[in-house]
């Protein structure tokens, strides 16, 4: 039987779905050379158009900790993000991003006292072994710069989901998202303009490409990202994440004519079971022995089940 767990991990899992698509769209349907641009189109009026549906602003402290949390997981990370899209490959930028959930792991048992398992450290072990294989055996030029921008936007998201869980949620994950979105735009925005200058004139095609990273990539996505950090343990959510780059390879594969070796398949498959082993446990520990005593409600807000 399917834990109660279950249909949250997999809405929580389309968010990364999702986000494996950032890299084709960055490169076909976006200006070039325009990541901060980007950056803050995806952001800011996602947060704008959620925070107009949900009619409600921070207090007290959230005011800056919602800055804080914008910061780390939308405005640094979303930068990195667009710089890597911009000069590596979609599956080796994507990919790269597969060592956030050791970090995460690691992080989380510091600050959240989640217990750091064989489990997690041998699946986080294999997620990078996976982002190896891809990298390695692709045919593609590696960029020094996209690959330290890859690693960095990594690190800093790992770091704000951490602190999602560690600081809660004071109102609905539509209200935070929205929040996080505004804060993490606002800080993009000058950057954006003083490294890069005036907007350029879109394109049809340009518009298209921002308007699904807007509604589709970040409103809906965010959302659903944030909903499952606050209802599960972050530790073995975020290596839902490794979704994303099987997308992204998949993606390039089919629609750039970019190289699908064997060792990457392999690397995919690595990946994977990385994320099926860790998430596996958790439904399991969490099942339906449990679930007789415990309302869904009550599962979703308890966030410190143990998965081995």
């Not at 490794?242 to 089919?254: E, H, K, M, N, R």
């Not at 596996?280 to 807000?301: D, I, M, Q, V």
């Amino acid at each position: 039987m399917l834990s109660n767990r279950t249909p949250l991990i997999l809405m929580t899992a389309l968010a990364p779905v999702v986000w494996g698509s950032t890299y084709l769209v960055t490169t076909e349907f976006l200006p070039p050379e325009r990541p901060l641009l980007a950056a803050v189109l995806r952001a800011l009026p996602a947060g704008l158009l959620l925070l107009v549906m949900v009619r409600q602003l921070p207090r007290g402290a959230w005011w800056w900790k919602a800055a804080v949390l914008g910061t780390l997981n939308i405005g640094i990370f979303f930068a990195l993000l667009f710089v890597a899209a911009y000069r590596l490959p979609g599956g080796i930028a994507a990919t790269i991003g597969a060592i956030q959930p050791l970090l995460v792991a690691v992080l989380a048992s510091r600050v959240l006292t989640e217990r750091l398992t064989v489990r997690k450290v041998l699946a986080g072990t294999a997620g990078i072994a996976g982002v190896a294989l891809l990298v390695l055996h692709g045919q593609s030029r590696l960029d020094l710069l996209g690959v330290l921008a890859a690693l960095g936007g990594a690190g800093s998201m790992a770091a704000g989901v951490v602190l999602v869980k560690k600081w809660g949620q004071p109102a609905s994950p539509l209200t935070v998202t929205s929040w996080q979105l505004i804060a993490g735009g606002m800080f993009l925005a000058p950057f954006a303009l003083i490294i890069e200058g005036a907007p350029p004139a879109l394109s049809l095609t340009n518009g298209f490409g921002y308007l699904y990273l807007t509604l589709v990539g970040t409103a809906v996505a965010y959302v659903l990202w944030f909903r499952g950090l606050s209802a599960l343990p972050v530790s073995s959510t975020v290596f839902l994440g490794l979704l994303s780059p099987v997308v992204a390879t998949l993606l390039g594969y089919l629609f750039l004519s970019e190289s699908l070796s064997t060792g990457q398949l392999v690397g995919a498959v690595i990946v994977l079971a990385s994320l099926v082993s860790v998430n596996l446990a958790c439904t399991k520990r969490a099942g339906p022995a449990r679930s007789t005593e415990l309302s869904t409600a009550a599962l979703e807000s308890s966030g410190t089940v143990a998965c081995k």
